[in-house]
């Protein structure tokens, strides 16, 4: 078990990385110029399509063509993650659920900074009481890398305690991405269900 006091320092951490990462791209998406008909960021056109070559479940290969079709939602975190993670999926959860049968068009991937830890199977165990929109995915030091660095993601390790375990500091933005694979908002965790809800509507049409 993760002590208190590291995993406070490690949420305190991660926030203030969203936050600034959020910042950074509401700067970029010309925000001001006119009002968006979305609640979370547009990011149309700042950040680039879906694309990436990850392992799923039982290790087979998983590519953003695979979900052709489906609005996607990508999310970087870990299953050890004390807070912002179980609380995002849990988020994301409701808002999926009250699409009703839309829900059918929306996928979710749960992408591990923690390959140490995460394994395909165990990731599929943790989200499966999300539903079977949500799926978990990881793979080696350069396939994480590449995707990483392809939506500027911030993540690092912190220090081990007396037992072995650490924190991971990670981004806490939903990349939300059309049935195109073309990257539209930027979901930040202070977006209520009823919002997320909408927005998700308005992308399926």
């Not at 970087?76 to 988020?91: A, I, L």
């Not at 350069?142 to 220090?159: E, F, K, N, T, W």
């Not at 059309?178 to 809800?197: F, I, N, Y």
């Amino acid at each position: 078990m993760i002590g208190s006091a590291v995993a406070k320092v490690g949420g305190v951490f991660a926030a203030a990385v969203a936050v600034c990462a959020l910042v950074a791209l509401e700067a970029c998406t010309g925000h001001g110029s006119a009002p968006s008909q979305f609640f979370a960021s547009d990011i149309s056109g700042v950040m680039p399509d879906l694309r990436f070559v990850l392992e799923g479940r039982g290790g087979r290969p998983m590519r953003a063509g695979d979900l052709h079709g489906k609005i996607v939602m990508m999310y970087f975190g870990y299953t050890h993650c004390p807070d912002s993670c179980p609380m995002e999926m849990t988020h994301i959860a409701q808002a999926i659920r009250s699409l009703g049968s839309d829900a059918r068009r929306v996928r979710v991937l749960f992408i591990s900074v923690d390959p140490r830890r995460d394994s395909p199977e165990w990731l599929a165990t943790y989200l499966a009481p999300m539903g079977q929109q949500f799926i978990g995915l990881t793979g080696g030091d350069s396939q994480l890398a590449d995707v990483i660095r392809r939506y500027r993601v911030v993540s690092g390790r912190g220090p081990a305690d007396a037992n072995g375990n650490y924190v991971v500091y990670h981004s806490t933005g939903v990349f939300v991405f059309d049935r195109k694979g073309r990257a539209r908002l930027l979901v930040q965790p202070s977006e209520t269900v009823p919002q997320l809800t909408r927005d998700m509507r308005r992308l399926l049409g």
